[in-house]
């Protein structure tokens, strides 16, 4: 793992550019294909939610987001760290998704540039 204190840098050609979100539901995982080519999968809502996050993670300044749902299920002392912000209707959904987004300190500027 690269980081600040690991002594050890990235080249200044190399950047990486992710997306993060945060989805929580029940899914089903497991090995699909034939006995040849066996590939790991994961299916149902929340990893389609999550893909469809993970696209407008893309465009904000930390590129994190997840669903107020799942922040809403964690500890209050997580929950201190999320700004909830708008609802909106996620590619390929009927229904609104309210998206949520670090609030910032030390660990976000650092981590994600917050």
């Keep these: 793992m690269l980081g600040r204190d690991s002594g050890m840098s990235c080249p200044s050609w190399t950047q990486v550019f992710a997306g993060i979100r945060v989805s929580a539901g029940p899914a089903v995982a497991g090995n699909v294909d034939s006995e040849r080519r066996l590939e790991y999968t994961v299916v149902r809502e929340p990893v389609n939610e ?6 407008l993670a893309k465009q904000e300044r930390s590129r994190v987001l997840a669903s107020a749902t799942i922040v809403i299920r964690s500890a209050a002392s997580e929950m201190a760290h999320w700004f909830f912000g708008e609802e909106i209707v996620l590619r390929g959904r009927v229904t609104g998704t309210r998206l949520a987004t670090p609030t910032g ?3 976000c500027e650092e981590v994600f540039g917050c």
């Design 50 to 55: 999550a893909a469809r996050l993970c696209e």
């Design 105 to 107: 300190g030390e660990a």
